[in-house]
């Protein structure tokens, strides 16, 4: 497959380079439209190329659409529910992020000695793999559609998870614009990561392939045990009610909160000095909540929002 490389809208190029440094724009990446820092090039290539294990369990998310939380459900039911190893070792270790070295670069010394390349750290990962991204399906290794093993795919109400990318971005990655600017970016496919819909789309259209299952950030909130349930009949998992109500306990969103094997609070300590949240005002893990764009969004961003909704999912089954 061949990936090209563009050069973002003169506008938004220039609000990248105002925020992260002169030279320091995104650039858009085909296929997928997907909007990453420009040595992306120099890993793609390596995860097209990836292998593949059938034992393997990918979580593939847009970011802000509930992944962290999803993930500490799938990692826990595949390791018997160890909840010590989820306490002590950090979730980006556990189940890494194989474009770690491109979005998470400054942070990846946290990460260990033989974390000095995401790909690599995820090829020599012992099997059973539990593996993240949020790179669309079509740039993501080519043996999935070969090999066929457990794919799980995260989405939510573009709104909610505009306001949490919103946040996610100035306390990870120092962009501060303001936030009608980001929503703007947002609804352009100008914001890192890039387009949300052909994300979605890439993988609501697969979603009948028996090795897809598609979980709702919102159904998450609404019945957090038969998420667990759902996840643990997809990987072949057999859960008592004690077990089931022991993960849903586990992952509370104030137990997340105080984990620091998943709440980011090593990478957030690194970025801002010790105490993060005192000088930031912010936690990764910030409310948990649907329909938090309320406190944020106009009426009028409201209305646009609506409508990009609307013209992307017009003749088709795809709702939020």
């Not at 957030?268 to 969004?297: A, C, P």
């Amino acid at each position: 497959m061949r990936v090209s490389r563009h050069q973002l809208d003169d506008r938004y190029k220039a609000i990248y380079e105002n925020q992260l440094g002169e030279g320091n724009s995104l650039w858009e990446f085909h296929p997928g439209k997907v909007v990453l820092p420009g040595f992306f090039e120099n890993y793609v290539g390596r995860i097209l190329d990836a292998p593949i294990r059938k034992d393997d369990v990918w979580l593939v998310s847009y970011p802000k659409t509930g992944s962290t939380w999803c993930q500490e459900m799938i990692w826990l039911i595949q390791n018997n529910l160890d909840f010590e190893g989820s306490r002590r070792v950090l979730q980006q270790v556990r189940a890494p992020l194989i474009e770690a070295s491109v979005v998470l670069f400054e942070f990846t010394s946290l990460f260990g000695d033989d974390f000095t390349n995401s790909v690599d750290y995820v090829a020599n990962l012992p099997s059973p793999r539990a593996i993240k991204t949020h790179l669309p399906l079509e740039l993501l290794p080519t043996q999935l559609d070969k090999v066929k093993p457990k794919i799980i795919y995260t989405m939510r109400n573009p709104k909610d998870v505009c306001v949490s990318y919103y946040f996610h971005s100035q306390l990870l990655h120092d962009f501060y614009v303001d936030f009608d600017t980001f929503c703007e970016m947002f609804l352009n496919d100008a914001i890192a990561y890039g387009s949300f819909f052909n994300h979605c789309f890439e993988a609501w259209n697969k979603r009948h392939e028996g090795n897809i299952l598609i979980i709702r950030y919102e159904d998450m909130k609404k019945d957090a045990k038969k998420t667990v349930r759902n996840i643990a009949d997809f990987l072949g998992k057999t859960l008592s009610d004690t077990e089931v109500d022991m993960i849903d306990s586990y992952l509370s969103f104030e137990c997340m909160r105080k984990n620091k094997g998943c709440n980011v609070e090593a990478l957030t300590d690194k970025k801002h000095g010790e105490h993060s949240f005192d000088k930031t005002g912010i936690h990764f893990l910030r409310k948990g909540q649907v329909g938090d764009w309320k406190n944020y969004m106009s009426e009028e961003m409201s209305r646009k929002f609506d409508e990009w909704i609307k013209k992307n999912t017009q003749g088709t089954d795809l709702r939020f």
